[in-house]
């Protein structure tokens, strides 16, 4: 099965600058000195660095000819960025126009409130006939599922990658930030115990037949991941479902307090709180500088991101098997 | 309104009598096996406490033990199994861990895992289940989801990062639901969503959100568009840059022409405060939802769990803190800052688990 090149935006302003976004820029090529006013050592800068980087290994894809197809469109890390039904619209025709197959990103962790939202959208898709084509929408959260499945059975369900709790190693890939093991009353030898952990974190819960069979039943026929230093063990069927690998933007951990909100309201950063959001996540970064950890980890908004380094260059190289890439010019927020 | 209380391996059935004395009423614990912590240690734990013995029995006998004496006491118990991952080549541990519970006659479990659940219901086993946070139930929908997936669920553990209000639109959403509801009341607050967190508990090294809680955080603009331009602009003319009006000079203009606001500093501030410091107070109660209490309550809310597992020294003063603001008939603001006894901590509205409106309390 040849591999799906996927794009996605959260919003259309984004989705705008896709041209932009896809135009390769070399960074190294700008003097050292001079490079620093715009890069200086700052981790909320490292998404543009990181951002050109993540190009060059998509153009390996396109050398293989391989084209985009399919537009993914949404937001999964917070509600309160969910596009509203217009922009749906606007993005829907967009890859219609392109010739381009479509997938709603739905988030996780969605309040009734944020369900609303999410029902707006579903609506408004199923008015321009998306239901009917059959589009996809990736779902966060199960209560999304339900509701597909309930009033919206036309559109095709993904498993989306935060349903996927699986343990991601990245940022114990590199010296010296060694896999933490506690070897406290335990008779293995430590180098056995650490062999079986990385397996441990390999083989994920869709293993379990019991629970593949389950979603198979429920039309779940497609599942999204992270991509994870330690691989993903997966069955020679492939759980009976197309893989997808978001690239190069996983998440290590999210919730719905907000350091960049709390920024504006000291609370927010912990708390969750009645007071709207103002958004400032959408204007700049606020990430925490891990000292021992020298990884491109960026907080944008609610989420840890991290950028994907050598571990996924197998992803490239035709070495493991998956069935679509899904691209993120930038951090989908 | 109830007590839910974590135990871990040191609490011996004599704690728990002094437990249920202070107002306990429920127990939680873990475990782990011996055949499985010699497999795969601490850190790939069969629920979320995986940072060493403190927090699990991993001894058969003192398991049946503290089961036991927990029931003779008149106390319920549920086994935590809320591990978010499981793997097929750990199912089947599970499988023989679940088998050795099932003859200690638990009240209940915990599940945080879909599979696990499914594989639950293929064992046949019907024992009561709570859906833990770690399934990361925000909506009705999902509850109604998990509820018709299995008919054996009868509680709803509450996420931390909701509303009081949202928690009541839930609340209010599944009245048809024999559910009950629990929240965290004391104790550590994920930083992160507990069940979006995917990084390792260790007991070797400091976890995620504590790295993140020490780290120093940068507030930085986000570029303009154009800045590939500039980068551009930057290759073919580096002399050129450094003069006033460069595009360089403009994009840094444009790009730094306000601040952000820096993230705030976290400290207690005790200048002039009653009571204890609140950096004590914060090694004691960590988070605190005393004053939300009341407002659960109306809303629907019946257990309230303190998950002190691990953390002996202080648990018995939490407990009975709780206690004493569960049993209350009007647990006020001024009542519960009394018991806390830290202005410096109870100012600092981040020592809050959840928001509580300043004019209701």
């Known amino acids: ?61 396109f050398q293989q000819g391989l084209e985009f197809s399919r537009l993914y469109f949404g937001q999964e890390f917070c509600q309160n960025l969910i596009p509203g039904p217009n922009e749906i619209e606007q993005s829907y025709y967009y890859s219609k126009q392109l010739g381009w197959n479509y997938t709603y990103v739905t988030g996780g962790y969605l309040t009734n409130a944020g369900m609303e939202k999410v029902k707006r959208n579903l609506e408004k898709l199923k008015e321009v006939g998306a239901e009917a084509e059959g589009a996809e929408v990736v779902f966060n959260d199960w209560g999304v599922l339900r509701i597909l499945r309930r009033d919206y059975p036309g559109f095709k369900p993904v498993l989306g990658r ?24 335990i008779q293995t030898p430590l180098e056995e115990v650490q062999k079986n952990q990385i397996a441990a974190y390999a083989d994920i819960s869709l293993n379990n037949p019991e629970y593949v069979e389950r979603l198979h039943e429920m039309g779940v026929e497609n599942v999204d991941l992270d991509i994870v230093p330690q691989g993903t063990k997966r069955p020679e069927d492939g759980w009976g ?27 927010r950063a912990f708390q969750v709180t009645e007071e709207p959001c103002p958004r400032p996540c959408q204007k700049y970064n606020c990430s925490p500088a891990i000292p021992p950890l020298d990884i491109p980890l960026i907080q944008r908004g609610t989420a840890l991101m991290i950028f994907h380094t050598e571990y996924s260059e197998p992803y490239f190289e035709g070495k493991i098997p998956y069935e679509r890439l899904i691209f993120e010019p930038y951090i989908p927020m | 309104m109830f007590m839910t209380l974590g135990l871990g391996s040191s609490d011996t059935p004599s704690n728990v009598a002094k437990f249920i004395e202070l107002g306990a009423k429920e127990f939680f614990i873990g475990y782990v096996p011996r055949a499985w912590l010699d497999k795969f240690g601490w850190e790939v734990g069969p629920n979320r406490r995986t940072m060493g013995p403190a927090y699990n029995y991993s001894n058969v006998s003192e398991l049946r033990d503290i089961v036991k004496g927990i029931h003779d006491y008149g106390g319920t118990v549920n086994l935590a199994v809320n591990a978010h991952d499981n793997g097929a080549d750990r199912m089947g541990m599970v499988h023989d861990m679940l088998d050795l519970f099932e003859t200690l006659n638990p009240d209940g479990y915990i599940v945080a895992d879909p599979a696990v659940m499914y594989c639950m219901k293929k064992w046949g086993i019907t024992r009561e289940m709570h859906i833990s946070t770690g399934v990361g139930c925000f909506n009705s929908e999902a509850v109604r989801f998990f509820c018709e997936e299995f008919k054996n669920i009868t509680r709803l553990v509450i996420p931390r990062k909701l509303t009081i209000n949202e928690m009541k639109s839930i609340i209010d959403g599944l009245k048809d639901l024999k559910l009950e509801y629990e929240v965290m009341i004391i104790g550590y607050r994920c930083y992160f969503n507990d069940e979006d967190c995917h990084s390792i508990h260790s007991g070797k090294r400091r976890n995620l959100c504590g790295d993140v809680l020490s780290a120093h955080f940068t507030s930085t603009n986000r570029f303009p568009s154009n800045w590939k331009d500039v980068v551009e602009y930057m290759i073919e003319h580096p002399r050129e840059s450094l003069n006033e009006g460069s595009p ?101 509205k981040f020592s809050c688990y959840y928001e509580v409106p300043e004019e209701d309390k």
């Open chain 1, 1 to 61: 099965m040849e591999l799906e090149l996927a794009i996605y935006f959260p919003n259309m302003k984004r989705l705008n600058e896709m041209e932009d976004s896809l135009r390769y820029v070399d960074i190294q090529k700008v003097q050292s000195g001079l490079a620093a006013v715009l890069f200086p050592m700052d981790p909320n800068q490292a998404e543009y660095v990181a951002n050109t980087n993540a190009l060059t290994w998509l153009d390996k894809l």
């Open chain 1, 162 to 185: 935060i349903l996927n709790k699986q343990t991601r190693l990245n940022m114990f890939v590199y010296a010296p930030n060694e896999l933490p093991t506690l070897y406290t009353d």
């Open chain 1, 241 to 267: 479902m197309t893989l997808g690998y978001y690239y190069p933007w996983g998440f290590i951990a999210t919730a719905r307090n907000c350091p960049t909100s709390g920024t504006t309201n000291p609370y």
């Open chain 2, 248 to 348: 360089v000079d403009k994009f840094r203009k444009e790009w730094l022409a306000t601040t952000p606001p820096p993230y705030p500093n976290f400290e207690y501030k005790c200048a002039g405060c009653q009571g204890v410091d609140g950096e004590l107070a914060h090694l004691m109660f960590q988070t605190c939802g005393l004053c939300a209490i009341k407002y659960l309550r109306q809303i629907g809310v019946e257990a309230l769990k303190v998950p002190l597992r691990g953390d002996e020294e202080t648990k018995l003063n939490v407990v009975k803190t709780v206690s004493q603001v569960m049993n209350a008939e009007n647990p006020t603001r001024e009542f519960c800052r009394s018991l806390i006894n830290s202005d410096s901590f109870c100012n600092s």
